[in-house]
């Protein structure tokens, strides 16, 4: 079965400068996606990155990278030039689709709550 | 365009009730999927639907149950609420089943007395 595993409950980061949360998961799959989410103290939920496991290029959204090591399951969110709008809950999540059934398996971890100080 | 929508936002029910949670999805998408996320933990699979046919169901008793209609809304069923039902009702939607990336409502949430 898979598994994620986020192992910072909480973190914080001054304004402006560089925070990363780890994340690692378990599957035996080789071919999966990974994800990170925020959720705000409003409570939706919305997509921050992704990263499809086939690619070795790590994805990249403005300010929001990771740091994807398949070999040893990792797959970490760097956030710079941290601004008070980050601060959120991020959960890690692993994504596994079945081409057949049209299926597809969410995992989330626990999630980290980060915290942006001024 | 309007984001996924949930109601009702908040309730109140005492255990062994029903409750019924209904979610619209973003206009265009065909897949609703259902999570609950007690607090303090993370969003825990439920039910995915496409399409209107179930197409994937997580570790849940029976007491839950969904339907997906055919202007692609969803309705989430649970049969005699316990205390442990109180969370969170997360509802999502997708384009296809394809992309993964899941659009999620402002959820609902539930706590049983």
């Known amino acids: 079965a898979q598994t994620v595993t986020q192992s910072q409950p909480e973190m914080s980061v001054q304004e402006a400068e560089t925070v990363t949360l780890s994340c690692t998961y378990d599957?035996?799959?080789?071919?999966?996606?990974l994800f990170w989410y925020k959720q705000p103290p409003s409570r939706q939920m919305i997509l921050v990155i992704r990263q499809e496991a086939y690619k070795q290029q790590n994805a990249t959204e403005n300010r929001f990278s990771v740091n994807f090591q398949k070999a040893a399951k990792s797959f970490s969110l760097k956030i710079s030039d941290s601004q008070l709008g980050d601060t959120a809950m991020y959960f890690c999540a692993f994504m596994k689709r079945s081409p057949t059934s049209g299926t597809y398996k969410y995992i989330f971890g626990t999630g980290t709550r980060l915290k942006v100080l001024a | 365009d309007a984001g996924v929508t949930q109601s009702p936002t908040h309730l109140i029910k005492t255990r062994g009730q029903h409750v019924t949670l209904r979610c619209s999805p973003i206009s265009g998408h065909k897949s609703v999927s259902w999570y609950q996320q007690v607090l303090g933990q993370g969003p825990q699979f439920i039910f995915q639907?496409?399409?209107?046919?179930?197409?994937g169901r997580g570790n849940f008793p029976d007491r839950f149950s969904a339907r997906q209609f055919p202007n692609y809304s969803s309705e989430l069923n649970v049969n005699a609420l316990l205390l442990g039902d109180s969370a969170l009702y997360l509802c999502?939607?997708?384009?296809?089943?394809?992309?993964?990336?899941?659009?999620f409502g402002e959820g609902s949430r539930l706590t049983v007395l």
């Open positions: 999502a939607s997708s384009r296809e089943w394809q992309t993964g990336e899941l659009f």
């Open positions: 599957t035996s799959e080789n071919n999966y996606y």
């Open positions: 639907y496409y399409e209107k046919e179930e197409r």
